[in-house]
């Protein structure tokens, strides 16, 4: 579009603008969150809005909603209005402080002293900033919920200043922000650490980073019995929960990318013998029409219908059904939505426990979790279709209903049935009580196997030629029918079958961990690079071994990579658990991420002595097996460390360079252990990656872990970041200076090493006042390549530690 034709439209709109006042003022108050957002594009620039004419503002009111759930008396009586008020208003931001660190304390206590106490009398336009408030019902004071919005945090340098700490301890995993109802199923699945675990829809993550931190509960045991397997169906999302998962750098923890309702069922080696995998906690947090979510999703109250939960009634039962097939007997599952619709929960309970046989009962959970509202499950309730037609029983569906409404969709008429049942045991969390979201929550346990398993034999049954295994679903449950081969098709079978064990034992015996062979997986997502287990006799391993003085305890068969080929660049690391898991149902299984890098290819490492530098994703798993190449230092020692790229060893204490003055350069570990009797120390223990040079020491931690460690030693970060960002435009400056007056002969080498020689005096001196965030090492990522001599002048390198680590290639 040209100027003029723009100059046009720009009038045109000043002339509607009278008439369409009204409805843009309403659009820019906006209502909660997406009110905010609807605002701001209303009033991104004039032409935007002619064309678009505004975004009119969310309407939050339903009449069938309301109409629906009034019928259903869900709501105590007295409390409608509290509860529709509730609604409308916008959802508190809610944090939780990650439980299985050490360092849970220090974060709470630094957000209790420190942030929290700079809110007490803060005013932000004349208003008083409202106080963060502990939820009374989460353990040790671990989570919190404040209504301080966006805009709020950045009016006031203090709010800003809260904001940043939110979002760096967010980024390195120490904090959580997730929705309050949100933590509860984790926490009544009451877990331990030997526990195997199943998050059967598990992304984007949040609960089941809740489970890994309960399985790490005792930090002083580096490989837990336990361990989860994290299951979603969306290949993408499956991508998100990885991202949440790896910032707790746990051994424990398996992705898969299968379909909830008929996830496999996998086999492991139990004594030399094979048998099924039978899990003893079970999160089946099933999708839903999402109703309880009003308060941070506004469009549900423009799009909420009946018609949502009939349609995911199905999918649900399923879902809960192969869920308890593969509990464990005496095991607990939790099922859990965030829909108030009873179609969607006591519905499906009530069918599956009716299915059971016996088999399940609703546990008792009214002592647990002390200080949490909750209300009971409810006992009666109708169906409803979206035009507003009900419906109390089965018998009463129309036959042109009744592919839309189920039978299972009733409550139980027999009222010895109904009360045997007990689903008032089942939690409803409804918003106005604790101001959240609503919920609901079951926890079964099963006391005996289900009755359509019961003639099941104890192995699974393998597809062997012409033999198939299927499972019929179906509302009054599933059934296990095996179609036997004929007597002609016996001698091929067995041939077939002898070739594919022939195959998978050699997979296995060489430790090869590949993606399913079915062609169809192609076409669902990325292909993934396979898991190959080192083997025993590995020349790889016996240099790192020797170098570090590894324990003799150090499971070195749990060490993988990702590559079949070519030099293996990083090394990963499982539990003996998962290892068992992985290697016994490769074929069967769609393995998206798992284990911790532990450690990389150096370039340089070779010629001092071991090809891999440690990395800080895996340090806390792997400290305690390492006997050399260890060094305790004072807190002092961690702040240079933490603040200056790359110190001289004479800035540190004299009992550091004592330590360091006859070790060998290349990798070692930097050990912080606090002491009892200076209690305004930081009293956590600290473990960080670092390498040795000729005259240097440095630590390889990521920038938001660097940033977290300061906090916690009281180093005032946001303002030394100011400070670091004005020092470096003065040295990008200087920088660009000197470059214009360097000979145009001068080859790149000379440039680096006349501009680092030049200026490691004056940049050394000033990083040792302020942390260096733009420099620091991403464990994850290759350390910046040192051509741009302008990023050289920013740190002190020395040659001898230069190029610890050059790959950047993912294996």
């Known amino acids: 579009m040209g100027r003029r034709a723009r100059d046009r439209r720009r009038q045109q709109q000043q002339q509607q603008r009278p008439e369409r006042g009204g409805e843009d003022q309403a659009v820019r108050a906006g209502a909660g969150r997406g009110g905010e957002r609807q605002g701001r594009r209303a009033d991104c620039g004039g032409v935007f809005q002619g064309w678009a004419g505004g975004y009119p503002e969310i309407v939050k009111e339903n009449e069938l909603f309301e109409r629906y759930y009034r019928e259903l008396g869900i709501v105590p009586d007295g409390e409608w209005g509290a509860f529709m008020a509730a609604l409308r208003e916008p959802l508190p931001a809610t944090l939780r402080i990650t439980g299985y660190r050490s360092h849970a304390k220090e974060i709470l206590h630094c957000l209790k002293e420190k942030y929290f106490r700079e809110l007490q009398d803060l005013e932000v336009d004349g208003q008083k900033v409202e106080m963060p408030q502990s939820l009374s019902w989460y353990p040790e004071e671990l989570a919190w919920h404040t209504n301080l919005s966006r805009k709020i945090l950045r009016k006031s340098p203090q709010l800003e200043k809260f904001h940043q700490f939110l979002v760096s301890e967010t980024e390195c995993g120490n904090i959580s922000r997730q929705e309050a109802v949100s933590m509860i199923p984790p926490l009544l699945l009451n877990v331990n650490p030997h526990h195997k675990i199943l998050d059967m829809c598990a992304a984007p993550g949040s609960k089941t980073a809740q489970l890994i931190e309960m399985l790490h509960a005792d930090m002083n045991v580096p490989f837990p ?140 959970v009214s002592s647990e979790l002390p200080g949490l509202k909750r209300m009971p499950g409810i006992t009666k309730w109708k169906v409803m279709l979206k035009d507003g037609q009900w419906f109390e029983e089965w018998k009463d569906v129309p036959s042109n209903r009744q592919t839309q409404i189920r039978p299972t969709m009733f409550p139980v008429k027999d009222e010895e049935k109904l009360k045997a049942l007990n689903l008032e045991r089942c939690l409803r969390i409804l918003p106005h009580h604790q101001n959240t979201g609503g919920f609901f929550v079951a926890v079964l346990i099963k006391k005996s196997p289900m009755p359509w398993n019961k003639r099941q034999p104890k192995k699974l049954p393998q597809r062997t030629g012409d033999t198939e295994v299927t499972a019929a679903n179906s ?291 000033e990083s040792s006042h302020s942390p260096v965030e733009s420099s620091t090492m991403e464990v994850e990522n290759k350390i910046e390549d040192f051509d741009q001599s302008s990023k050289n002048a920013n740190s002190h390198v020395s040659q001898e530690s230069k190029d610890t680590d050059t790959s950047n290639v993912k294996d």
């Open 225 to 364: 019995k336990g361990f989860v397997i994290a299951n979603d169906v969306d290949n993408k999302r499956c991508y998100l929960l990885v991202h949440q998962a790896k910032r707790l750098n746990s051994p424990c923890i398996m992705v898969v990318n299968h379909d909830a309702s008929s996830i496999p069922n996998l086999q492991i080696d139990v004594d030399g013998r094979k048998e099924v995998l039978f899990y003893d906690r079970i999160l089946c947090d099933v999708p839903c029409s999402g109703d309880g979510t009003m308060r941070k999703n506004i469009d549900v109250w423009k799009k909420w219908t009946t018609q949502n939960s009939l349609q995911l009634h199905g999918l649900q039962l399923r879902i809960a059904t192969r869920g308890v097939e593969q509990l464990a007997e005496g095991g607990r599952m939790v099922y859990s939505t965030c829909s108030l619709n009873p179609i969607e929960n006591e519905a499906v309970i009530a069918s599956l426990l009716e299915k059971s046989q016996g088999a399940l009962e609703l546990a008792d």
């Open 475 to 765: 509302d009054n449950g599933s059934e296990c029918i095996t179609e036997e081969p004929t007597l002609a098709d016996n001698e091929e079978s067995k041939k077939m079958q002898e070739l594919q064990n022939s195959d998978t034992e050699q997979s296995k015996k060489e430790g090869v961990c590949g993606p399913p062979p079915s062609k169809k997986m192609k076409l669902f997502g990325f292909k993934e690079d396979p898991f190959v287990f080192l083997p025993e006799d590995d020349p790889l391993f016996l240099p790192i071994q020797k170098f570090y003085a590894l324990d003799p305890s150090f499971p070195k068969m749990n060490l993988l990579t990702r590559t079949q080929e070519g030099k293996k660049r990083q090394l990963y690391m499982v539990s003996k658990e998962l290892r068992n898991v992985l290697l016994n149902n490769s074929e069967k299984m769609k393995v998206i991420n798992t284990g911790i890098k532990v450690w990389s290819r150096n370039s340089d490492g070779e010629q001092f002595g071991c090809a891999f530098r440690l990395a800080q994703e895996g340090i806390y798993t792997l400290y305690p097996f390492i006997h050399a190449r260890v060094i305790n230092v004072c807190i002092e020692d961690v702040k240079i460390l933490l603040t200056q790229e790359n110190p001289f060893l004479s800035k540190f204490s004299s009992e550091t360079q004592k330590k360091v003055k006859d070790m060998a350069m290349g990798s070692i570990v930097l050990k912080y252990d606090p002491d009892p009797e200076k209690p305004d120390d930081l009293q956590c223990p600290i473990v960080l990656c670092g390498w040795q040079g000729k005259t240097s020491l440095r630590a390889f931690v990521p920038k938001n872990e660097r940033l977290h460690y300061l906090r916690m030693m009281g180093v005032e970060v946001f303002k030394a970041k100011r400070k670091e960002e004005e020092s470096e435009s003065k040295t990008e400056e200087e920088v660009q200076q000197r470059l214009a007056q360097t000979e145009e002969g001068m080859d790149v080498e000379d440039k680096e090493h006349d501009l680092v020689t030049k200026m490691e005096a004056e940049i050394g001196e």
